[in-house]
């Protein structure tokens, strides 16, 4: 017989197990070899996978810090549109009624009240605004607020006003507490700062006035300040600082110290008073 071809004898053989392992391995080791980038990228993907499934406390501490920070900033707007201007409420509407004082007038003031009487209505009516008359049947002078009223303390102001009238100083003395701010009216006996009785205390009060009022017109020029004596009450009507100054004067003289030694305690006190205008 005679032989076949070789071609015709090749016959595909079928394949074991352990041949296609082998092929397996080798198209595995060409295919890494062809795209080496192909597969570390699903490596590192598939490594944070398996972290983000354990939360971080450090990087959600620094997040939460980051959004907290960050948030004012993103929610703070400014408004450049003006603010709104509202007028000054009256006293009326501070306190939601009108309000009221009442002076009494002591019976040896009436007579000079009687008199003076335009001189202490008119600024009060027309620069402070207020409403003023005067009851006869209980003797004391009445304020009261109106629409009219502007400023909150107008209605103290006529009123110590009024009490130092009536206390004995002078309307043009007086008119200053309308005037100023920093003005207070200071009142002590003789017997607060020293027991004193008959004669003792008329002397005490002689050398308060001194000759003629000298002495009192001297400490009045030299403090600043107006002395009203009406019996054994002083009232002092002045500043803080003058105010203390006159009463540390009357002070000497109601102990017993001499007008020569008070005028010259006052004569160094009026040079210090110079240098600080």
């Known amino acids: 017989m005679g032989r076949l071809p070789t071609e015709a004898m090749a016959v595909d053989k079928p394949a074991t197990p352990a041949s296609a392992k082998k092929n397996n391995k080798k198209k595995a080791k060409k295919n890494s070899a062809q795209s080496p ?3 570390t990228p699903t ?7 398996q972290e983000s499934t354990v939360p971080n406390p450090e990087s959600t501490l620094l997040d939460t810090m980051e959004t907290e920070q960050s948030t004012p900033t993103d929610a703070m707007q400014v408004d450049n549109a003006k603010k709104p201007k509202f007028k000054k409420l009256r006293p009326e509407a501070l306190s939601g009624n009108r309000e009221f004082r009442k002076i009494p007038v002591p019976p040896h ?3 000079p009240l009687q008199k003076e009487w335009i001189k202490i209505y008119s600024p009060l009516v027309e620069h402070m605004k207020l409403q003023v008359r005067m009851n006869i049947k209980s003797k004391a002078v009445e304020l009261r607020t109106c629409p009219q009223t502007v400023d909150a ?4 102001k006529g ?8 206390l004995g100083f002078e309307v043009n003395d007086a008119i200053a507490l309308l005037r100023l701010d920093d ?3 200071d009142t002590f006996e003789v017997k607060d700062v020293k027991t004193l009785a008959g004669d ?3 002397r005490a009060i002689g050398r308060i006035v001194g000759k003629d009022g000298k002495t009192r017109f001297a400490i009045e020029n030299t403090s600043r300040t107006r002395v009203v004596i009406a019996d054994t009450k002083i009232h002092i009507l002045g500043s803080f600082a003058n105010i203390r100054v006159a009463r540390d004067a009357i002070v000497s003289l109601i102990l017993g110290s001499t007008p020569g030694k008070v005028y010259s305690q006052l004569r160094t006190i009026s040079a210090r008073m110079k240098e600080r205008f």
Request: include cysteine; aromatic fraction near 10%; hydrophobic fraction near 45%.
């Open 37 to 39: 980038a192909s597969t």
């Open 43 to 49: 490596t590192a993907a598939s490594e944070p996978s």
């Open 109 to 111: 003031r009436l007579t």
């Open 153 to 156: 303390g107008a209605l103290q």
């Open 159 to 166: 009123a110590d006003f009024v009490k130092a009238f009536c």
């Open 183 to 185: 003005l207070y009216i």
């Open 200 to 202: 003792n205390l008329s």
